[in-house]
T-cell receptor, first 115, second 112 residues
Framework: DAGVIQSPRHEVTEMGQEVTLRCKPISGHNSLFWYRQTMMRGLELLIYFNNNVPIDDSGMPEDRFSAKMPNASFSTLKIQPSEPRDSAVYFC?????????????FGQGTRLTVV | DQQVKQNSPSLSVQEGRISILNCDYTNSMFDYFLWYKKYPAEGPTFLISISSIKDKNEDGRFTVFLNKSAKHLSLHIVPSQPGDSAVYFCAAANTNAGKSTFGDGTTLTVKP
C-alpha cells in the first residue's frame, strides 16, 4: 500500500490566488482528516469526513476554506482567496475499518507558502 | 482553550538514558490517547496508544502511562537512541466523536 498520498508537496502562490490541495487516502479507509500545522497553533484539525460525508468542520478557519470528498478515494482542500497567514503545512490523514479507536495514517503533507 | 497540552517544547537526553515526555488534557470525555512521532518533512506516524480503561501500555522500548485522575499521560522511551530524535505529539480522542485533538508537540533530541 502506498499510504496516504498528498499533492503537491510544495506550493508557492501569490496572495489572492486559489489554492487546491489534494489527497488520496489509503484504500478501504472510511475516515479522512485535514490538519494544518503552524508554529503558532500546532497541529489543528480543520475538517473530518466519514464515509465521504463531512462530520465536523468546526476547525475550518473561515469561508475562504472549503473541503470536498466526492468519492472514497479522493479529497480536496481549497483556499480561495489565499492569504499569507494561510502559509503552513497541510496534512491529510485517513483511518480505516469503521473503528474510532485506532490511529490515523498521515500523508507527507503539503507545504503552502502564500506570498 | 487548548484541551491537550505538552508543556515542554523540547527535551534533550543522552543516548541510553530514559526519555520521558509528558502530556496533560482537560476534557474528561477523552477515552483514547495516542502518541505520534514526526520526522522533518514527513507526516506524523503512529507510535503507541492507550485506552482509558488501562493505565499502562508497553511496546518494546516505548511505554505509555495514563493517570486519569490527574488527566495526565506520559511516554517513556528506554533506552533512548539517536534515531528517536523527532517531534512527539500527544493526541486525545473521544471515540464517540471520532476525531483526535493534538498537543503542540515536544522535540526530543537524543545525543550520542
Amino acid at each position: 500500500d502506498a499510504g496516504v498520498i498528498q499533492s503537491p508537496r510544495h506550493e508557492v502562490t501569490e496572495m489572492g490566488q486559489e489554492v487546491t490541495l489534494r489527497c488520496k487516502p489509503i484504500s478501504g479507509h472510511n475516515s479522512l482528516f485535514w490538519y494544518r500545522q503552524t508554529m503558532m497553533r500546532g497541529l489543528e484539525l480543520l475538517i473530518y469526513f466519514n464515509n465521504n460525508v463531512p462530520i465536523d468542520d468546526s476547525g475550518m478557519p473561515e469561508d475562504r476554506f472549503s473541503a470536498k470528498m466526492p468519492n472514497a478515494s479522493f479529497s480536496t482542500l481549497k483556499i480561495q482567496p489565499s492569504e499569507p497567514r494561510d502559509s503552513a503545512v497541510y496534512f491529510c490523514a485517513s483511518r480505516g475499518h469503521g473503528r474510532r479507536d485506532t490511529e490515523a495514517f498521515f500523508g507527507q503533507g503539503t507545504r503552502l507558502t502564500v506570498v | 482553550d487548548q484541551q491537550v497540552k505538552q508543556n515542554s517544547p523540547s527535551l534533550s537526553v543522552q543516548e541510553g538514558r530514559i526519555s520521558i515526555l509528558n502530556c496533560d488534557y482537560t476534557n474528561s470525555m477523552f477515552d483514547y490517547f495516542l502518541w505520534y512521532k514526526k520526522y522533518p518533512a514527513e507526516g506524523p506516524t503512529f507510535l503507541i496508544s492507550i485506552s482509558s480503561i488501562k493505565d499502562k501500555n508497553e511496546d518494546g522500548r516505548f511505554t505509555v502511562f495514563l493517570n486519569k485522575s490527574a488527566k495526565h499521560l506520559s511516554l517513556h522511551i528506554v533506552p533512548s537512541q539517536p534515531g528517536d530524535s523527532a517531534v512527539y505529539f500527544c493526541a486525545a480522542a473521544n471515540t464517540n466523536a471520532g476525531k483526535s485533538t493534538f498537543g503542540d508537540g515536544t522535540t526530543l533530541t537524543v545525543k550520542p
